[in-house]
C-alpha cells in the first residue's frame, strides 16, 4: 500500500471518533476596528457542549460520521488535503452543512484527539436567503451580497469589533478569497441563539459570518483556535 494511501486511512480512522457541530456568527457590516489580539478561552471539560456519540458507517475507504452527511465530508478531507500547506493544525475541523435549514444544529465539530461529536446552531447570510425561509438558497463570494460563501475557511487571529469578539477568517478557495476583505468572521448574535428556534423556528440571518447562540461563543473560539478549517458547502 502506498505511503499516502496508509496516511489517509489513519486520518479516517482517527476522524471517524467524532463529529461536532456549532452555530454560525454574523459579519459586520463596517471596516473592523483591529485590536490587540484577544488569548482563546480555555475549554472546561466538564462545562463544554454536550457529546453526541459519534456513530460510525464504513462507506468504502473512508468511514463516516452518523453526524455529518459522508459526500460533504469526503469534500471536507479532500479540501483538507488540498489545503495542507496552509492548514496545519489538523487535530480537529469544523464542517458547516447548509443543505441543513438553520433551525438544525448543522455545524460539525470532529475533534480527533478525545473522539467528541459536538453539534452548534450557525446562521447563514440574508444574500443566500433573501426570502427568510430558513434554508439557503445560494453561495456569493461577491462584495455587498451579504451572502455565505463555499469552501474552505483557515481561522485567524481574534479582535473586538462591531459585534463584540469575533474571530477573523482567511477564505483558502476561489469560492470564498474575498472573506478577509468582506469581513466574513465568527462571532455571536442574538438572533442565533437556540430560543430563536422556539419563537420563529429558525434563526435569524448575518451578513455573511459564521454567526453562534451568544452563550456559544467561547466553546467555538476555544475548539477552534487559530490555523485549524471551517468547511462549509451543501451536501
Keep these: 500500500m502506498a505511503q499516502h494511501d496508509i496516511i489517509m486511512n489513519r486520518r479516517a480512522m482517527m476522524l471517524a471518533g467524532a463529529a461536532v457541530a456549532v452555530a454560525s456568527c454574523s459579519r459586520s457590516s463596517s471596516p473592523l476596528r483591529?485590536?490587540?489580539?484577544?488569548?482563546?478561552?480555555?475549554?472546561p471539560k466538564s462545562a463544554g457542549p454536550a457529546s453526541v456519540p459519534a456513530m460510525v458507517r464504513n462507506d468504502g475507504p473512508r468511514a463516516a460520521f452518523?453526524?455529518?452527511n459522508p459526500p460533504l465530508l469526503r469534500k471536507a478531507l479532500a479540501s483538507l488535503d488540498r489545503h495542507g500547506d496552509r492548514i496545519r493544525r489538523r487535530d480537529r475541523i469544523a464542517i458547516v452543512d447548509f443543505s441543513a435549514p438553520s433551525s438544525d444544529a448543522r455545524m460539525h465539530f470532529l475533534d480527533v484527539e478525545d473522539g467528541k461529536a459536538i453539534r452548534l446552531l450557525v446562521a447563514h447570510g440574508s444574500g443566500s436567503d433573501p426570502h427568510h425561509t430558513g434554508y439557503l438558497e445560494r453561495f456569493s463570494n461577491a462584495?455587498?451580497?451579504?451572502?455565505?460563501?463555499?469552501?474552505?475557511?483557515l481561522t485567524d487571529d481574534y479582535y473586538v469589533g462591531k459585534h463584540g469578539r469575533s474571530q477573523r477568517l482567511i477564505g483558502l478557495d476561489a469560492t470564498n478569497n474575498n472573506a478577509l476583505e468582506r469581513a466574513v468572521v465568527v462571532h455571536s448574535a442574538w438572533y442565533a441563539n437556540d430560543d430563536m428556534i422556539k419563537a420563529h423556528g429558525k434563526l435569524g440571518r448575518s451578513q455573511g459570518c459564521f454567526a453562534v447562540g451568544e452563550n456559544k461563543l467561547d466553546d467555538v473560539f476555544s475548539f477552534l483556535g487559530k490555523g485549524r478549517m471551517i468547511f462549509a458547502a451543501r451536501s
Design 34 to 43: 483591529s485590536t490587540s489580539p484577544l488569548a482563546a478561552p480555555v475549554f
Design 66 to 68: 452518523s453526524t455529518v
Design 143 to 153: 462584495f455587498g451580497s451579504n451572502a455565505s460563501s463555499e469552501g474552505a475557511y
